[in-house]
C-alpha cells in the first residue's frame, strides 16, 4: 500500500472537495451568529488554492 506524503491535507482535500461535507461541517461547527450570516446553498467548492500576494 503506498504511503500517502501528507495524511492531514489529503484528508482535508478530499474531504471538503465535497460540498455536502463542507456544509454539514459549517452547519455544526459555526456559531448561530455567523452561520445566519452565511448563505450555505451558496458554497462554491474551489479546487485550487490561493492566497493573495500581500500575503
Do not use: C, N, Q
Request: aromatic share 10%.
Amino acid at each position: 500500500m503506498d504511503e500517502i506524503a501528507t495524511p492531514h491535507d489529503t484528508f482535508f482535500r478530499e474531504s471538503f472537495g465535497r460540498r455536502e461535507i463542507a456544509e454539514d461541517f459549517l452547519r455544526h461547527h459555526l456559531p448561530a451568529e455567523l452561520l445566519a450570516e452565511i448563505e450555505l446553498g451558496t458554497l462554491e467548492i474551489s479546487k485550487d488554492t490561493y492566497v493573495s500576494a500581500d500575503l
